[in-house]
């Protein structure tokens, strides 16, 4: 089964048969418990509320922002939680946010994100911000091609 992790985000694939006999599954990325919903490991202190949640896929990374994790940065230094390494990105370049149950892509960088939103024309958003809608692409400081490896693809999954 695949989970997210609740900490960091990363995608992980868990073999839910082995979590139920043995120790409890680490997130792949950050080590952190994975909470596998309906499972021994699933703490009651943890908010199980359902809500729309926006996938992010960028090479071979996977996240997850919803509820539970309202936000990540995107950027070309380390303390991002999505990094791409080129010389066009920021070094802080844009977030995205959960808010008011909708999610926004809030740009701070010099040359902008460029965001494909399927059946609408593309753009370039600079220091601004756009409500992510449906399933797209962007490019942080670059266009990009839906087969470009420095494609960022989204899609907001409603609940």
Do not use: W
């Not at 999505?82 to 808010?99: K, N, P, Q, Y």
């Not at 059946?119 to 470009?148: C, H, T, Y």
Request: charged share 25%.
């Amino acid at each position: 089964m695949i989970v997210f992790c609740e900490e960091c985000g990363s995608r992980n694939i868990v073999d839910a048969e082995a979590a139920k006999e043995g120790a409890a599954p680490r997130c792949d990325s950050c080590n952190t418990v994975l909470v596998l919903h309906g499972s021994p490991f699933a703490a009651s202190s943890i908010s199980q509320k359902k809500g729309p949640r926006l996938e992010l896929k960028f090479r071979d990374a996977a996240m997850e922002i919803s509820q539970s994790r309202p936000s990540i940065t995107m950027g070309r230094q380390s303390h991002n939680n999505l990094v791409v390494e080129d010389s066009r990105v920021s070094r802080s370049h844009a977030r995205i946010v959960f808010r008011q149950n909708e999610f926004v892509l809030i740009d701070h960088s010099t040359n902008g994100t460029y965001v494909f939103i399927k059946g609408e024309k593309g753009m370039n958003l600079k220091q601004n911000e756009l409500l992510l809608q449906g399933s797209g692409i962007f490019g942080l400081g670059r266009k990009v091609a839906p087969d470009s490896p420095e494609a960022i693809h989204f899609s907001v999954v409603p609940s």
